[in-house]
């Protein structure tokens, strides 16, 4: 083939909602200029729309996409998003549900590793982990803001996220790409997948009659995964049995009345799960994750209304399926999938989005321009997204396997030795010995990092040993906690509370970079 014939000239991606408009935001900016973009996506079905948390992450994704901040404010009912507050994941303490937060800022302080300190202080004397070390955790729970109303768009003191609409957020996406980024956009359903002799896809057979030719094809398809999966039968790693929970029933809470916005994830264990309670500007999104393997779906709805504090008739819950697990190849072919078609484990963490996001991210950084040039590309594809879905299953174990709880037989087998993967057993063996540090975590694709796992290890309490720190150590680690705690009340001096930046925001916008 000659070198024209063999080139990437024309992208295809299959479906819309956030994973699909992701993608073609990250690629529309990074292609050459006589790359064409098309999307196509069915105009009969919704977005599923089941996590409305982002990770830091996004910040820099929507700044490069070139969307205003004020924009996410102002379309998508966001708010911000200064970490998770875990409620319950361990037994109760006093009769209180046990407690702790995983902020985004980084525990150590100024370089100095305060946990060596903070392990070797009497449990009943010392304040807990996140609230030691963390100047976020303190403003989060203060129903602070991360940042002022003067600063530029994407500017951080803190390193934050946001909340926001998920159907809202896939137009606004869409918008842009259409109208900013030369993506075309075409509503149609896929009837038919038309596969090469040699394998590859080379084009999809559309309802109203037309072909779509393509080059290159990411599939965003959802669960449905029309291309990698059924198309190209791409096996599917199942994780149900490390991650059991499986379904989640979902529900929009309209406030009632005017109210102060956490702005914060709250993450509530159950005996069979979690629910996760979002506030938008307009609404909560309220949603109970669980395993059917332990409960009923009629026990998880009736789970779902006695948080809420409302009967069984007064809310309207939807029932989604999930399958936990990922594809053995993200990219076959000329197929990459990307979203819900590649992988999904449960949303904690906001692990959705994220890693939407990463793969669109990473695709867009070593696109092929020649076919010949997929096969070293793809091999290195998917060895990544292999380590970063390894990597996730294992974070999200840890939230359940070093828990107390044992009121459940849901929790229980969340610590049996052969529901835990060897390597999170490894890490814990290791941990049990000494505490963790920057070279247990050697990957960039570690998209958990060190900080990440400090603040779940020690919000649930694990027993790390630990040498009990130098005289000169303890008078740098004790400044330290106390510089921490002057800065905590610097901020939560400085800054606004959450729902009246997100005010300002939706009316006046940030500055324009």
Known sequence: MHGEETKIKHIVIVGGGTAGWLAANHLAVDVAEDVTITLVESPNIP????????????????????????????LCDATFKNGIHFV???????????????????????????????LHQLPEARAR???????????????????????????????YA?????????????????????????????ESVQIAPDGFISGLQLKQGDVLKGDLFIDCSGFQSLLLGKALNTPFIDKSDVLFANHAVVTQVPYEHAQ??????????????????????????????????????????????????????????????????????????????????????????????????????????????????????????NQHMAHVWQSIVDFIKLHYCISNRDDSEFWRMNRAAETIPDSLQQKL??????????????SSLDVFRLENHLYVLYGMGYPSRCKYPSPQQVSQQEAMLKLVAQRQIQAGTMLDTHSNLVAKASRYGFQRI
């Open 429 to 442: 063996a290791l941990w049990r010995n000494d505490i963790p540090n920057e070279y247990d975590f050697v």
């Open 88 to 118: 319950g994941w361990n037994k109760s303490v006093n009769g209180q549900p046990h407690r702790y937060f995983h902020p985004f800022d980084d525990p150590n302080v100024n370089g100095v590793n305060l946990l060596p300190y903070w």
């Open 162 to 190: 946001f909340h926001l609409d998920a159907g809202k957020f896939s137009a606004l996406l869409a918008e842009h790409a259409v109208k900013n980024r030369r993506v075309n956009h075409i509503k149609d359903d896929v």
């Open 129 to 159: 982990f996140d609230q030691s070390v963390s100047i976020q955790t303190h403003i989060a729970l203060e129903n602070k803001a991360p940042k002022l109303i003067t600063d530029a768009e994407y500017d951080r003191m803190i390193n």
């Open 47 to 74: 977005t599923i729309g089941v996590g409305e948390g982002t990770v830091p992450v996004i910040v820099d994704s929507l700044k490069k996409f070139g969307i205003r901040e004020s924009d996410i404010f102002r």
């Open 260 to 381: 102060e916005v956490p702005p914060y994830t709250i993450s509530t264990a159950q005996q069979a799960g979690w629910i996760w309670d979002i506030g938008l500007q307009s609404r909560k999104g309220v949603g109970h994750v669980y395993s059917d393997q332990f409960t009923t779906h009629e026990q998880a709805h009736r789970d779902l209304c006695a948080y809420l504090g409302k009967s069984e008739n007064a809310v309207e819950s939807r029932l989604i399926k999930m399958q936990v697990g990922f594809r053995a190849e993200a990219w076959v072919k000329n197929c990459i999938g990307i979203g819900l078609s590649q992988g999904f484990v449960e949303p904690l963490e906001a692990t959705g989005l994220l890693v939407f996001d990463l793969a669109a991210r990473m695709l867009s950084k070593r696109l092929p321009t020649q076919r010949q040039e997929m096969p070293a590309i793809a091999k290195q594809f």
